[in-house]
């Protein structure tokens, strides 16, 4: 088997062998309830002004129950579909509930290795890794890593890209 075929097959489409933290699904869930509270707010608003009509109470109602389900449910999805894994080749992302992404970035095409915390990533500590290419597709992101794991990561994937000949395009 030629060199060419042998590394093509070692690239193929896979699931990654590694979970996010499990702290990315507290994450995930405050996210979420950041945007039912206000919708939910704003029909409560709503109803106050309006006398609670018996079509807004049972709007309002529904918003709730499906607040609750997704709070409850979508993050823990989240959570066994998000998957990433490094190899000496390439970077595997898997990500998405209800449409699967599988990525694979070959490390001979990475530009960049980037670390994000925002506010509720920073109290949880948490961080988001993007790793851009010469891709039409755009950056891989792996979300839900603990702190230490995404330094190191960014780490590995910097040293790995500078020993890496080529101009990464």
Not at 11 to 16: V, Y
Not at 104 to 116: F, H, M, N
Not at 144 to 168: H, K, M, N
């Amino acid at each position: 088997m030629s060199h060419a075929i042998s590394h093509r097959l070692q690239l193929r489409l896979r699931p990654p062998a590694n979970q996010v933290h499990p702290r990315a699904v507290v994450w995930w869930v405050l996210q979420s309830a950041v945007w039912w509270v206000v919708l939910l707010v704003g029909g409560g608003i709503a109803m106050f002004f309006t006398g609670a009509p018996l079509w807004l109470v049972l709007v309002e109602a529904v918003i709730a129950v499906l607040a609750v389900v997704d709070l409850i449910v979508e993050p823990r999805l989240q959570y066994r579909a998000h998957r990433w894994e490094v190899t000496d080749q390439a970077v595997y992302v898997q990500s998405g509930v209800l449409v699967r992404e599988w990525r694979i970035a070959p490390l001979s095409r990475v530009q960049t290795v980037d670390s994000e915390r925002g506010p509720l990533q920073q109290w949880l500590k948490l961080a988001t890794v993007t790793v851009t290419t010469a891709s039409a597709s755009g950056p891989l992101k792996i979300r839900g890593l603990g702190q230490d794991e995404a330094a190191e990561l960014v780490d590995r994937l910097t040293a790995i890209t500078e020993a890496t000949p080529g101009d990464a395009t």
